[in-house]
């Protein structure tokens, strides 16, 4: 939820914008659930999700997707603006597979664990106490 209410404030997701979070696999069926107030939710309609909503999905998600239904994980990927608790290999997916649906990327990270999915984006910026570090494949 905190990077639900950090994308609000920093305007990557409408103050309005209903969230609809990829909770957790259960035999095989995603479980939705409202950021608002963790009740259940269904997967919000094509026109809903342009309009007046939004999906987070965690790294165990999206791999579900990817696995078990890829053309619905290119097709959710766009309307996805929250990854959370991602482990390196998912950051990798996530941004190769906005590279290969012909988006430009940028990824911002602050630890080594990035560093894939700082080389897979067009753009990286890794972040650290001592510096920060902009990079660019031209």
């Known amino acids: 939820l905190t990077d639900i209410y950090i994308a609000k404030k920093a305007g990557l997701i409408g103050k309005d914008t209903n969230v609809v979070i990829g909770n957790s696999v259960r035999d095989g069926v995603i479980e939705w659930v409202n950021a608002t107030d963790d009740s259940p939710a269904e997967l919000p309609s094509g026109t809903e999700l342009k309009s007046s909503s939004s999906l987070a999905l965690t790294g165990e998600i999206w791999q579900h997707l990817l696995s078990s239904n ?26 190769t597979s906005f590279v290969e649906q012909g988006e430009t990327t940028l990824f911002c990270g602050d630890g080594g664990n990035d560093c894939g999915a700082l080389k897979a984006a067009h753009v990286g910026i890794a972040l650290s106490d001592a510096e920060a570090s902009f990079v660019a494949p031209f």
Do not use: E, W, Y
């Open 70 to 95: 890829p053309s619905a994980a290119k097709i959710l990927a766009p309307h996805t603006k929250i990854f959370g608790r991602c482990t390196p290999n998912d950051k990798v997916s996530i941004v």
